[in-house]
């Protein structure tokens, strides 16, 4: 089993920051391609935050650019989300994702974390 933990999603006023941590774990895991971020606020569809391939570019989604940094730390299975300048529009649940290779397969899977809250007020 792959297991994505995040953690670091809270209650933040405009203009704050805050700094969210994906986690992932398993025995099986060979190797994992891409870390990323999603978000879905209330009644709208989940999309893309940023993400970040092994050995690519990352990729932002245009109204975070400027004010969210992802990073990783391969060695240790991670994926940070550095958001400052928060706005109010940047309040919904963001999740974790993950395209794994697992070991003894050649095939990549997509996993996701259970979410956590941001919640950015006016």
């Known amino acids: 089993q792959v297991q994505l933990v995040e953690s670091g999603g809270d209650l933040v006023q405009a203009g704050g920051s805050l700094r969210l941590s994906c986690t992932a774990s398993?025995?099986?895991?060979?190797?994992?391609?891409?870390m990323g971020w999603y978000r879905q606020a209330p009644g709208k569809e989940r999309e893309l935050v940023a993400d970040?391939?092994?050995?690519?570019?990352?990729v932002y989604t245009d109204s975070v650019k400027g004010r969210f940094t992802i990073s990783r730390d391969s060695a240790k299975n991670t994926v940070y989300l550095q958001m400052n300048s928060l706005k109010p529009e940047d309040t919904a649940v963001y999740y974790c994702n993950a395209k794994i290779i697992k070991v003894l397969s050649g095939n990549e899977y997509n996993y996701w974390g259970q979410g956590t809250q941001v919640t950015v007020s006016s």
């Open positions: 398993g025995r099986n895991i060979f190797r994992i391609n891409t």
């Open positions: 970040f391939p092994s050995g690519g570019s990352t």
